[in-house]
C-alpha cells in the first residue's frame, strides 16, 4: 500500500512516483465531496491546522482554508501583517506558540527559499509548503498535475511547455520535479534571460521562441511575470514580452487539438495571456483553482489524518535551501 512517506511535505524535488500518484487518487475521492450537498466530512475533526502567510496570497490561502474546514478541522489563519511578527518574532517562535495552542499541522507560504524547510526542523508537527520564495510551490504543482490527468487521462507521455519566468518560478520548480517524476516531457520556454541553462541536465528540454514550441503541446501552462521578484532587466519592455512570449488569439489557433492552456494565477492579463486566451474552451484555469481545494484535502488528509508511524522532529533531514543556480 502506498503512502505518504515524509512527515511533511516540502517539495516535489525526491518524492517517489507512488506518493504523487496517492495523493492524486486521494484528490479524486475528495473532488467528489465536493459534488455534494453537504460538501464537509468528519476526517479531521478535533485538529487544528495553522495558516501562516508571510506573502500575499488569494488561491492558496483561501483553498487550504476551505480544505482544512470541509475536513471538519479548526483552522486558525495567521496574516502576518497583524501578528507578532510585526513585532520580530521568528518564524519558529511563531509557529512553536501556535504548536503548545494543540496545532496538528502548519501549512507556510514564505517569501525567502526554505523557510518551511527551517520551519520543519524545528517543529514536530506536519508543515506543508505553500510557497517559498523561487524555490517550490509544491500544491500547486499537485493540482496543476490533478487537472491534466483529469483532460488527459494520464501523465506520462505527455508534452508540456511551461512558459516564461521559469529563473523565478517556484511553481515551474514543483511542476518540473513533478512532471518528470510521472514520465511527461518538459520544456521551458523563454528569453534566456529566465530561463537557467542548467536544467537541461535534468531532462528538460529548453527554448527560447515561443512560436515553433507550443504546436505540438498537450499542455501549455503560462507562468506570470513577476515583477516583484525582478532585480534587474530581464526583457526590454512588457509590450514585448507580450509579442514574443504571450498567448493570443492567433497562437491559440494554432495549439494542438485536445491541448489545455493553464495558469497558476494571478494573472497579468495582456502581458503572459490575453482575455481571450484565458477566457477561451481551452482554458482550465479556473478548473486549476477548484482543484486545488481537493488536492489540498488529499494532502491534509494524508498528512494529518491517516494513520501514521509517528515520526520525530530530525534535526538533519530536511533538503538544503534551494536557490535558482542549484536547479
Ligand atoms: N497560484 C498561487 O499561488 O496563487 P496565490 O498567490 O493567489 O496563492
Not at 22 to 32: P, S
Not at 159 to 185: C, E, F, P, Q, Y
Request: hydrophobic share 40%; net charge neutral.
Amino acid at each position: 500500500m502506498s503512502r505518504w512517506n515524509s512527515r511533511d511535505c516540502l517539495g516535489l524535488r525526491g518524492v517517489s512516483r507512488e506518493e504523487i500518484e496517492l495523493v492524486l487518487e486521494t484528490a479524486r475521492g475528495m473532488k467528489e465531496i465536493q459534488t455534494r450537498t453537504v460538501k464537509k466530512v468528519p476526517t479531521l475533526r478535533g485538529k487544528v491546522v495553522i495558516n501562516l502567510f508571510y506573502e500575499p496570497s488569494t488561491r492558496t490561502a483561501t483553498s487550504f482554508e476551505l480544505a482544512a474546514t470541509r475536513l471538519s478541522a479548526d483552522v486558525i489563519q495567521i496574516q502576518t501583517g497583524t501578528s507578532s511578527v510585526v513585532k520580530g518574532e521568528s518564524v519558529v517562535d511563531t509557529a512553536q506558540t501556535l504548536r503548545v495552542m494543540g496545532a496538528d499541522g502548519c501549512v507556510i507560504r514564505h517569501s525567502v527559499s526554505g523557510a518551511p524547510h527551517h520551519l520543519a526542523r524545528h517543529i514536530d508537527i506536519p508543515v506543508i509548503n505553500a510557497g517559498d520564495g523561487t524555490n517550490e510551490h509544491p500544491t500547486q504543482a499537485l493540482l496543476d498535475m490533478f487537472t491534466m490527468k483529469q483532460h488527459h487521462g494520464r501523465i506520462e507521455g505527455l508534452t508540456v511547455v511551461i512558459v516564461g519566468d521559469i529563473l523565478h518560478s517556484r511553481v515551474a520548480r514543483s511542476n518540473m520535479w513533478g512532471l518528470l517524476t510521472l514520465g511527461a516531457k518538459v520544456r521551458f520556454v523563454g528569453p534566456p534571460t529566465l530561463v537557467p541553462p542548467e536544467v537541461e541536465k535534468l531532462g528538460v528540454e529548453v527554448r527560447h521562441k515561443l512560436d515553433g514550441s507550443f504546436e505540438d503541446a498537450d499542455v501549455i501552462n503560462l507562468l506570470r511575470v513577476q515583477k516583484e521578484r525582478m532585480t534587474a532587466n530581464f526583457f526590454p519592455s512588457l509590450a514585448e514580452y507580450s509579442r514574443y512570449y504571450g498567448m493570443n488569439e492567433e497562437r491559440l489557433k494554432r495549439t494542438k487539438p485536445g491541448s489545455i492552456v493553464m495558469h497558476p494565477g494571478p494573472m497579468n492579463r495582456g502581458v503572459e495571456i490575453t482575455t481571450e486566451v484565458a477566457e477561451s474552451p481551452q482554458s482550465v484555469i479556473l478548473e486549476q483553482v477548484t482543484n486545488g481545494i481537493a488536492v489540498r484535502m488529499a494532502l491534509l488528509y494524508l498528512l494529518i489524518g491517516a494513520e501514521r508511524d509517528p515520526q520525530p522532529v530530525k534535526k538533519d533531514a530536511a533538503p538544503a535551501i534551494d536557490t535558482p543556480s542549484l536547479f
